[in-house]
Each structure stands twice: as structure tokens, then as C-alpha cells.
Nanobody
Framework: QVQLVESGGGLVQPGGSLRLSCVAS????????MGWYRQAPGKQRELVAA???????HYADSVKGRFTISRDNAKNTVYLQMNSLKPEDTAVYYC??????????WGQGTQVTVIS
């Protein structure tokens, strides 16, 4: 069964930190590059960070130096440590394979709100 369950979002002040977690079904996770995506109101979903099955990472310029992606292959889990959060980081965050599969499933996402 295809499943993606994101958690860890919340309300935080600028400069604060959050750690997101995503448990994925094995068919999605195993051997695949996994990514964290986000979608802000009125904007398209964008990839912010990705980690390969071997641990190589990639970050969007907007989060480089502030966000850290990691994975635990034994737990089919991918994490996103977000530090120095800014109001423009406010979005619903999703995990999925990177790149995604056309017509593939998405989880419910987790809301991150950065506000003074």
C-alpha cells in the first residue's frame, strides 16, 4: 500500500526551529531518492530538499544552510530539520520521491507557519 505520513509541523516565531518527519511505505522509500516539498498559498509545490538512498543531499537555494534533510533507511523515514525559519517558509510540507511519479500519491502534509 502506498502511504506517506508527514508530521512535526506547527506554529513558530521567526528564527525558530522545527523538525519534520515522514514515514513512507517501503515501495516508495526503498532505494529511492526522497524529497521534502512545500506548497504555499497561491503557489506551486516546490522541492526544497532531497536525499538519495546513499545519503547525498540537495537543497533549494532558498533553504540552503538552514534546512538539513536526512533519512533512516531502517525505519523508512525521512526528516527535515529546519532552523532559522522565516515567514516565507510558511507552507504545507510534503514528502515524496524525488522526482515524483506522474499520478503518484501524496500524503496529507504538515502545516508550518512562521509568524511573529
Amino acid at each position: 500500500q502506498v502511504q506517506l505520513v508527514e508530521s512535526g509541523g506547527g506554529l513558530v516565531q521567526p528564527g525558530g526551529s522545527l523538525r519534520l518527519s515522514c514515514v513512507a511505505s517501503r515501495i516508495i522509500f526503498s532505494g529511492n531518492t526522497m524529497g521534502w516539498y512545500r506548497q504555499a498559498p497561491g503557489k506551486q509545490r516546490e522541492l526544497v530538499a532531497a536525499v538519495s538512498s546513499g545519503g547525498s543531499t540537495h537543497y533549494a537555494d532558498s533553504v540552503k544552510g538552514r534546512f538539513t534533510i536526512s533519512r533512516d533507511n531502517a525505519k523508512n523515514t525521512v526528516y527535515l530539520q529546519m532552523n532559522s525559519l522565516k515567514p516565507e517558509d510558511t507552507a504545507v510540507y510534503y514528502c515524496n520521491r524525488a522526482p515524483t511519479v506522474a499520478g503518484g500519491s501524496w500524503g496529507q502534509g504538515t502545516q508550518v507557519t512562521v509568524i511573529s
